[in-house]
């Protein structure tokens, strides 16, 4: 009888535990995040974003196609400029990810798929791609940006190779600064696992613009409360000093130029 409450027991925690490690599992940001960047001609907007759609259409019809999220520069970069975000857990993943060429002949046929092609390349001035890793220790407030936040603010950081890993200590502080003093934020950080090297980013997930207009927690007084006035001090100069090259960039979502879920095979 003992023997069968303890296993009762154990039956009921794992059956009260599976669903909170489910909804962390759903919730935490992706380990790696591709980000393309693509500029293009102002001529060929229209072009280009028909070449998205139907490249999307495409996605939808081709089982292992992996979620992209298209978003749009807004504020504070070049016009005309879309960033692409594909996540991915690990890189055996990408085996999954279908060849491009392939998956437009397939869905188009050859004449098709070749037009397509054309007009892509016709119509993009200039194209980078990086991955960046998730920095759970640097991140606020994370979850996973499912259904996908309206706006996003980017700030891209490249740092003084020499100041990283005391940058990356003061971020990690900073995130604990900012739990510890309520800030609501989910402040998503990332550092470059391929491309420039010491360069990270943090996004901002803002579903409406009048979230910008709440105020947030002063960062000097959250660090000062928290670390002492001298420690406080000595982290925001790591923090200024250790960055080369700041860049933020507030972009909107564009729903329809996005392939926001894995396809998976109908059989």
Same mark, same amino acid.
Not at 14 to 25: D, I, K, R, W
Not at 80 to 88: E, R
Not at 145 to 152: E, G, T, W, Y
Not at 203 to 218: A, G, H, W
């Given at each position: ?12 925690? @794992? ?18 995040? *591709?980000?393309?960047?693509?500029? &293009? ?30 978003? +749009?520069? =807004? ?8 960033? +692409? ?13 279908? =060849?491009?060429?392939? !998956? ?12 397509? *092609? ?14 960046? %890793? ?14 996908? +936040?309206?706006?996003?603010? $980017? ?7 020499? !100041? ?6 003061? !971020? ?21 696992? *391929? ?10 997930? &803002? ?11 002063? $960062? ?5 409360? $928290? ?7 000595? &982290?925001?100069? @790591? %923090? =200024? ?6 860049? *933020?960039?507030? $972009? =909107? ?15």
């Amino acid at each position: 009888m003992r023997n069968r409450r303890t296993l009762a027991a154990g039956i009921l925690c @794992v059956l009260a535990f599976s669903p909170l490690a489910q909804a962390q599992t759903q919730t935490k940001p992706v380990q790696f995040v *591709q980000l393309t960047l693509t500029t &293009i001609r102002p001529a060929a907007v229209a072009d280009y974003e028909d070449f998205l759609k139907k490249l999307n259409a495409a996605r939808d019809k081709t089982p292992g196609a992996p979620a992209v999220l298209t978003y +749009a520069v =807004n504020l504070g970069g070049p016009g005309f400029t879309y960033y +692409a975000f594909t996540g991915f857990e690990k890189w055996a993943d990408r085996d999954k990810f279908p =060849n491009f060429g392939d !998956m437009m002949t397939k869905v188009y046929g050859q004449a098709e798929a070749t037009r397509l *092609q054309k007009v892509q390349r016709d119509s993009v001035t200039q194209t980078r791609s990086e991955v960046f %890793a998730y920095t759970a220790d640097a991140s606020l407030n994370p979850k996973n940006n499912d259904p996908p +936040a309206a706006f996003m603010n $980017l700030q891209r950081n490249e740092l003084q190779p020499e !100041m990283a890993a005391a940058y990356a200590s003061a !971020m990690t502080k900073i995130k604990t600064a900012q739990e510890k003093a309520g800030d609501k934020r989910t402040i998503i950080r990332r550092n470059s696992v *391929q491309g420039l090297g010491f360069t990270n980013y943090a996004v901002t997930l &803002i579903d409406k613009l009048s979230d910008r207009d709440v105020p947030n927690p002063n $960062l000097g007084e959250s660090l000062r409360k $928290l670390y002492g006035d001298s420690e406080a001090a000595q &982290i925001q100069d @790591v %923090a =200024n000093r250790g960055i080369r090259n700041r860049q *933020q960039i507030f $972009l =909107n979502y564009r729903a329809d130029l996005s392939h926001p879920k894995v396809t998976t095979s109908s059989n």
